[in-house]
C-alpha cells in the first residue's frame, strides 16, 4: 500500500517518493496506491496475485490498483480503485 487512504480518507501523503524495480508475487493486491499527491511508481511487476480482501466491493486477487493518486506519475495497467472506509470502491 502506497498512500494513507486505506487508513483513513483524510490522511494523503505529500510525496510518495520513487518505488521502482519492484517484484511481488502471491499477494490479494500486488500494488495499491491510494491517497497520494505526488510520487514516481514505475517498473514494478508483479505475478499470480490470489485471494480475497475482507472489504465489501473488493474482487478478488488483482495486480495493482490506484485511486487518488493526485499529480503522480504511475506505470500503465491500473485498475481504478480507492480503500475507503472499509469498502473499495471502483
Known amino acids: 500500500m502506497v498512500g494513507g487512504h486505506a487508513w483513513s480518507p483524510s490522511l494523503t501523503?505529500?510525496?510518495?517518493?520513487?518505488?521502482?524495480?519492484?517484484?511481488?508475487e502471491g499477494a490479494v493486491v500486488l500494488a495499491a496506491i491510494d491517497g497520494i499527491l505526488a510520487g514516481t511508481f514505475t517498473n514494478n511487476t508483479g505475478r499470480n496475485p490470489q485471494g480475497s480482501l475482507p472489504l465489501s466491493?473488493?474482487?478478488?486477487?488483482?495486480?495493482?490498483?490506484?485511486?487518488?493518486?493526485?499529480?503522480?506519475?504511475?506505470?500503465a495497467?491500473?485498475?481504478?480503485?480507492?480503500?475507503?472506509?472499509g469498502a473499495c470502491q471502483p
Open 77 to 85: 495497467g491500473a485498475i481504478p480503485r480507492t480503500y475507503h472506509n
Open 13 to 24: 501523503v505529500l510525496h510518495a517518493g520513487y518505488i521502482h524495480h519492484n517484484d511481488v
Open 57 to 75: 466491493g473488493c474482487a478478488s486477487g488483482v495486480a495493482y490498483t490506484a485511486g487518488d493518486i493526485g499529480s503522480a506519475t504511475i506505470q
